[in-house]
Structures are given as structure tokens and as C-alpha cells.
């Protein structure tokens, strides 16, 4: 991956991590939190996946360098979960019936 795209998917990276720890920010001990996390996913979908695609399209990455961003973006959105206490969705009850 060239040295430039290399700091470009670093700096996109970091800029989910400050969405999330914006994020976190709203949430709340006794109330449903759910939305924050929908909102914190929408803004992956509108900003940041259209963006690593154009990238790969354009031949800036490879699949694999995709792949490996992919990876790094589906570990912050576990994360999310985990920190605003969600169930995760293999444990769901409408996934079990």
C-alpha cells in the first residue's frame, strides 16, 4: 500500500474512533441505547464505506488491504456493542427461536 493511502485509511481510522468516543458520550445507565449505536453505524455506511471503496476502485488498495481495513473497522463496531453493553446479535432471542 503506498505511504500516502497508508495515512489516509490510518487517519480515517482514527476518525471512528473519535466518532466513537463522541458517541459514548450519550450514553446513559438507564435508558435504551440502541440509537447510539444505529447512529454510530449509519455514519460507517455514508461516510467511511463509500470512501474505501472509491479507494479500492480506483486501485488505491487491494483486496487484501481492504480486507485488513474491513477487519480493523468491523473490530470498532464490536467494540461499540460491547462498551454501550448490547446484546450481541448471535445471542439474540429472535435468532434462537
Do not use: A
Not at 71 to 89: A, K, N, S, V, Y
Request: hydrophobic residues 35%; proline residues 3%; glycine residues 6%.
Amino acid at each position: 500500500m503506498d505511504e500516502v493511502v497508508k495515512t489516509e485509511t490510518d487517519d480515517l481510522h482514527q476518525m471512528i474512533q473519535n466518532w466513537k468516543k463522541s458517541w459514548l458520550g450519550f450514553y446513559s445507565t438507564d435508558g435504551v441505547n440502541e440509537w447510539i449505536y444505529e447512529e454510530f453505524v449509519e455514519e460507517i455506511e455514508v461516510y467511511i464505506i463509500p470512501y474505501i471503496g472509491r479507494l479500492y476502485d480506483t486501485n488505491h488498495l487491494t483486496e487484501t488491504d481492504c480486507g485488513v481495513f474491513c477487519g480493523r473497522l468491523f473490530g470498532e463496531i464490536t467494540d461499540m456493542r460491547r462498551l454501550l453493553r448490547l446484546q450481541d446479535p448471535e445471542d439474540s432471542p429472535l435468532e434462537s427461536s
